[in-house]
């Protein structure tokens, strides 16, 4: 057993009263243990207690981050600071374990000594210098002894316990966070909205097309052909499929091509039109994603009437076309391009996806039938 602190620090002058104490018989066995546990940058002040071999209390307190105690400006010193502010807090914690421990635990002094080990220095230090307010007390500096050492293994046991229960609730939380975090994902691809068009020059075979999408993508391409329902229905089969690979569940697609448009909901025209390549193409990479699951809606549109996405598709594919035509190579294209994609970002932070597909029919949209 060592030797009690006396009042004047830096000395171990045994002090009277805690001498005769130490003679008498042990009555009770008192543990407080405790330290300080950092999960996911929070630090935790973990104390257990117990009493006669038994586990008794536990006290489990989120403790200010040292840094927001704005210590000096010297990083040796604030280093100092800051180890001292976290012991003082921990020794806190225990010293408010210690005082409900004893309230409840402490033996009557003509019982014999209550024997007490704290894992804290700082708090021992306290003990040790007034054993006047802890009458039968004997503080330990090392865990001696069966009874002792059988209540120091229990408030260890409760300690680790109490850790791993902080470490498996930041792992569910945080477990949980990715999964809102994947669902917000996977909800933000739940729908899209495209607006394609193409652009024929009526005395060439060059067809420019393009599709504009509220992901804030524009997807272009230009090919040889006379027919603009062609180049229409090449942009309705890239943006579906780009769509699609993407993860998106609905795909609204709108165009301007009242021939698209009948290809997909007007069955009785069907057959005759699948027998035009491009158009059969773009029948089967539709019907390829509505087989994988994915809604894929082919609504009409009034072309240059103002909506946003068909606007912005026939500028691009304006674009694309002339690029190729004009040759409009370097940094000429790649401008005019760059003032199209601001424009389009622009316009669309002004609008709701939800008011981009008007269900109701009028002269300048018709609704995508049920799968046609």
Same mark, same amino acid.
């Given at each position: 057993?060592?030797?009690?602190?006396?009042?004047?620090?830096?000395?171990?002058?045994?002090?009277?009263?805690?001498?005769?104490?130490?003679?008498?018989?042990?009555?009770?066995?008192?543990?407080?243990?405790?330290?300080?546990?950092?999960?996911?940058?929070?630090?935790?002040?973990?104390?257990?207690?117990?009493?006669?071999?038994?586990?008794?209390?536990?006290?489990?307190?989120?403790?200010?981050?040292?840094?927001?105690?704005?210590?000096?400006?010297?990083?040796?010193?604030?280093?100092?600071?800051?180890?001292?502010?976290?012991?003082?807090?921990?020794?806190?914690?225990?010293? %408010? @374990?210690? +005082?409900?421990?004893?309230?409840?635990?402490? #033996?009557? $002094?003509?019982?014999?000594?209550? *024997?007490?080990? !704290?894992?804290?220095?700082?708090?021992?230090?306290?003990?040790?210098?007034?054993?006047?307010?802890?009458?039968?007390?004997?503080?330990?500096?090392?865990?001696?002894?069966?009874?002792?050492?059988?209540?120091?293994?229990?408030?260890?046991?409760?300690?680790?316990?109490?850790?791993?229960?902080?470490?498996?609730?930041? %792992? @569910?939380? +945080?477990?949980?966070?990715?999964?809102?975090? #994947?669902? $917000?994902?996977?909800?933000?691809? *739940?729908?899209? !909205?495209?607006?394609?068009?193409?652009?024929?020059?009526?005395?060439?075979?060059?067809?420019?097309?393009?599709?504009?999408?509220?992901?804030?993508?524009?997807?272009?391409?230009?090919?040889?052909?006379?027919?603009?329902?062609?180049?229409?229905?090449?942009?309705?089969?890239?943006?579906?499929?780009?769509?699609?690979?993407?993860?998106? +569940?609905?795909?609204?697609?709108?165009?301007?091509?009242? $021939?698209?448009?009948?290809?997909?909901?007007?069955?009785?025209?069907?057959?005759?039109?699948?027998?035009?390549?491009?158009?059969?193409?773009?029948?089967?990479?539709?019907?390829?994603?509505?087989?994988?699951?994915?809604?894929?809606?082919?609504?009409?549109?009034?072309?240059?009437?103002?909506?946003?996405?068909?606007?912005?598709?026939?500028?691009?594919?304006?674009?694309?076309?002339?690029?190729?035509?004009?040759?409009?190579?370097?940094?000429?294209?790649?401008?005019?391009?760059?003032?199209?994609?601001?424009?389009?970002?622009?316009?669309?932070?002004?609008?709701?996806?939800?008011?981009?597909?008007?269900?109701?029919?009028?002269?300048?949209?018709?609704?995508?039938?049920?799968?046609?």
């Amino acid at each position: 057993m060592s030797a009690p602190y006396s009042p004047t620090p830096g000395t171990l002058t045994p002090n009277p009263a805690a001498i005769a104490a130490s003679a008498r018989p042990v009555a009770a066995s008192l543990v407080v243990y405790g330290a300080l546990v950092i999960v996911d940058s929070v630090r935790y002040a973990v104390v257990s207690t117990g009493c006669n071999g038994r586990a008794k209390d536990l006290f489990v307190r989120v403790l200010t981050p040292a840094k927001e105690r704005g210590f000096g400006d010297y990083p040796e010193d604030c280093r100092m600071q800051v180890a001292r502010a976290e012991a003082m807090d921990l020794a806190g914690v225990m010293a %408010e @374990a210690f +005082r409900h421990l004893w309230s409840q635990h402490a #033996a009557p $002094a003509a019982e014999g000594t209550t *024997a007490v080990y !704290v894992s804290s220095p700082e708090v021992c230090q306290v003990l040790t210098a007034y054993p006047e307010e802890y009458p039968g007390m004997v503080v330990r500096t090392v865990v001696s002894g069966a009874a002792m050492q059988s209540t120091w293994q229990a408030c260890r046991t409760w300690h680790s316990a109490a850790v791993t229960s902080l470490q498996d609730e930041y %792992e @569910a939380k +945080r477990a949980r966070e990715e999964e809102a975090k #994947a669902a $917000a994902e996977y909800a933000a691809l *739940a729908h899209v !909205v495209v607006g394609t068009d193409a652009s024929h020059n009526t005395y060439g075979t060059t067809a420019g097309w393009a599709a504009a999408a509220t992901t804030g993508d524009i997807f272009t391409g230009c090919l040889r052909t006379r027919s603009i329902a062609h180049a229409e229905a090449t942009a309705i089969a890239s943006a579906v499929k780009r769509c699609g690979r993407r993860g998106f +569940r609905t795909i609204d697609v709108l165009t301007d091509s009242m $021939a698209c448009y009948r290809l997909f909901n007007h069955p009785e025209q069907r057959s005759q039109m699948l027998q035009q390549s491009a158009m059969r193409e773009c029948a089967e990479v539709v019907q390829q994603w509505r087989d994988a699951g994915v809604v894929v809606n082919i609504h009409w549109v009034r072309g240059h009437n103002g909506h946003v996405l068909n606007e912005f598709a026939d500028r691009a594919a304006v674009h694309v076309r002339r690029k190729y035509e004009w040759g409009l190579h370097g940094d000429c294209g790649r401008s005019i391009y760059s003032r199209i994609r601001t424009d389009f970002d622009e316009a669309l932070a002004k609008v709701d996806i939800d008011d981009l597909v008007v269900m109701d029919p009028s002269a300048d949209f018709h609704a995508a039938l049920a799968h046609a």
